[in-house]
């Protein structure tokens, strides 16, 4: 009795420990993709182009890290830091393939502002008492400060002075900054002209470092002009050592900034690589991958850092397939970080701000988006030019919090509490058929009411509602036999290829007499889905549409031009569909 007992005994615990090793098997692969892709990586397809890639990411990592420390007010070698270490970590538990994240502009700057209100700056260059190699203690400081920014922001994330020195400017460094400016905007804009008939651009950053220390250099330009250079960069990497916790309560309003600002532009990069090379992200899982990416550098004196719009085009362009192109790129700026960093001692202050001027012209580029802004929704556009105005006026926090409460205070304001969807039954509409067999045919019509606002709040609910009821509700029936699979599949039919049945096309109409308020994103959501639902081989058409809704999509494009999308009710857009139909049956009969 007693070895039976024990044989049950053990055999229970052999399935409880069983069960507790899948479990924990499950949660590792869920919290850290690398685990997920690292033992499938392919070798022989995906090696060459991640290591091109990383290698042309490297050096814009190298040469953005050293311009955005000092946008940071802190030494360049802390961006080459800040190009390293996120950079590993996201790769390790992030899971956009094509995010490329490390140093960035904003957040630099919203960083800078905390580190100059704790630690003013002083008026001295970076090679002023440090030929020794070693950093001063006003600048250890300083890292202090940018790095307490960036743990607070990343904990939050897991759970401006444009003229003052007017004065003071040299007219050499102005030259030699305008000079730069100009060499970097006509090579870069060459690159984008041609990039389709070169598979590597030219790296001008990196060669505009290296010609312009070359020529500070032998023209001893530091001396004779006075022109303020790198100076002396440490070699290898620093000890590892906690930021200054006493100055978390003072730097909330930054790490707030850099937290915000810093997801939703990671976040964003995700989900867009994510859609262009048809994989999935999980938004808690990239919160902790970019949490994680500011609390651990900042141990290692590193600045804030996201993911940017520039580096992952990059990717994009050069190839990359993988994270692996990131972690090359590490390895690179490994590199530079314990034998080219001395090398840049002579490397002009002012060239780095050049690159930080040009880096900021996608910034400069969302002016055109106001007229979008101003044709969909004004007070869209009212919110986006005074937190710009605040901004300017004030400080990279102050706007982003004036934004944020305006935003938030508008949605509240007008976003009643009401269900998202609501399919209606046919027999809700007000129409009567003449006949047995045009009712027959209006089986494959779905009407979905829209009973609330649309805005960035509630139009991914909403993208993800209609889908469900695409898929769920009846929206596919004999089509799915052969075109619908053509669509689902992207695009590539497998057996014998046959034509779309136009009598038995599918219907979507959007009742849209609920939806009394949207901004530039739900009208986005809206043509995505009038697109999505073409490839799938559905028509979609709306009723009750606000003439400004019918303005809006029409000004974003994408609509068919010679079938009408807007209709004045349901009725009429019923009576479109029984004409058309009519039409291609009898169009059908007559080829026959």
């Given amino acids: 009795m007693m070895t039976g007992a024990k044989r049950k005994r053990s055999t229970v615990w052999r399935k409880i420990q069983a069960v507790r090793f899948e479990d924990i098997k499950a949660w590792c692969m869920r919290r850290l993709p690398i685990l997920t892709w690292a033992p499938v990586y392919n070798w022989k397809e995906n090696l060459v182009p991640d290591t091109v ?32 270490f996120p950079v590993i970590i996201y790769a390790i538990f992030g899971m956009g393939r094509h995010v490329a994240t490390g140093t960035f502009a904003l957040t630099s700057l919203i960083s800078a502002n905390a580190v100059e209100r704790l630690v003013p700056s002083v008026r001295t260059n970076f090679t002023a008492n440090n030929n020794s190699g070693i950093l001063s203690e006003f600048e250890m400081q300083r890292i202090g400060v940018a790095a307490a920014v960036s743990f607070l922001g990343g904990i939050i994330q897991i759970y401006a002075y444009v003229f003052e020195n007017i004065r003071s400017v040299q007219l050499e460094a102005l030259l030699l900054s305008l000079l730069s400016i100009v060499v970097l905007v006509l090579v870069k804009e060459l690159n984008e002209k041609f990039h389709r008939n070169i598979k590597v651009v030219l790296p001008i950053d990196l060669l505009l470092i290296i010609a312009t220390s070359i020529a500070c250099y032998y023209a001893d330009m530091e001396y004779v002009y006075g022109i303020e250079v790198v100076g002396n960069i440490p070699k290898g990497l620093p000890s590892p050592k906690a930021p200054p916790m006493s100055v978390l309560p003072e730097v909330v309003t930054e790490a707030f900034g850099v937290a915000l600002v810093g997801y939703v532009a990671s976040l964003a990069l995700a989900q867009g690589s994510a859609k262009k090379f048809k994989y999935t992200v999980d938004d808690n899982q990239e919160f902790l991958a970019h949490g994680l990416s500011n609390v651990i550098p900042s141990f290692f004196f590193c600045i804030p850092s996201a993911a940017a719009m520039g580096r992952t085009a990059l990717l994009y362009s050069t190839g990359a397939k993988t994270q692996v192109a990131c972690l090359v790129s590490c390895v690179l700026i490994l590199v530079v970080i314990y034998t080219i960093g001395p090398l840049l001692y002579w490397l002009p202050m002012c060239v780095l701000a050049s690159i930080i001027v040009v880096g900021l012209k996608g910034m400069l580029m969302q002016f055109r988006d106001l007229k979008k802004y101003w044709n969909v929704d004004k007070i869209d556009w009212s919110i986006w030019v005074s937190t710009y105005v605040f901004t300017i006026c004030f400080a990279a926090n102050v706007g982003l919090l004036y934004g944020v409460v305006c935003t938030i205070a508008i949605v509240i304001f007008r976003f009643p509490r009401a269900k998202t969807l609501n399919l209606k039954n046919m027999k809700e509409v007000e129409y009567k058929y003449k006949a047995e067999d045009n009712c027959e045919s209006l089986k494959q019509v779905k009407i979905v009411s829209v009973n609330s606002p649309l805005v960035f709040l509630n139009a991914r609910k909403f993208h993800a509602d209609l889908l469900k009821i695409i898929q769920k509700d009846g929206m596919s029936s004999q089509c799915e036999q052969n075109t619908l699979l053509c669509s689902f599949s992207n695009g590539s039919c497998h057996g014998e290829l046959v034509q779309p049945c136009h009598s038995e096309r599918h219907v979507l109409i959007l009742d849209c007499s609920g939806l009394n308020f949207f901004d530039y994103t739900g009208v986005s959501v809206l043509l995505q889905i009038y697109v999505d639902c073409k490839n799938r081989y559905i028509d979609v058409l709306l009723a009750h549409c606000k003439g400004s809704l019918i303005k809006a999509m029409q000004y974003g494009g994408n609509l068919d031009s010679e079938n009408p999308v807007f209709f004045e009710s349901i009725s009429s857009a019923i009576d479109a ?16």
Wanted: charged share 10%; no cysteine.
């Fill in 53 to 84: 890639s990383g290698m042309m990411l490297a050096i814009q990592q190298v040469t953005q890290g050293l311009a955005f420390a000092i946008l940071s007010s802190v030494h360049p070698v802390f961006g080459l830091y800040g190009s390293f």
């Fill in 577 to 592: 569909i029984q004409i058309h139909r009519n039409y291609s049956k009898f169009s059908e009969q007559s080829e026959v």
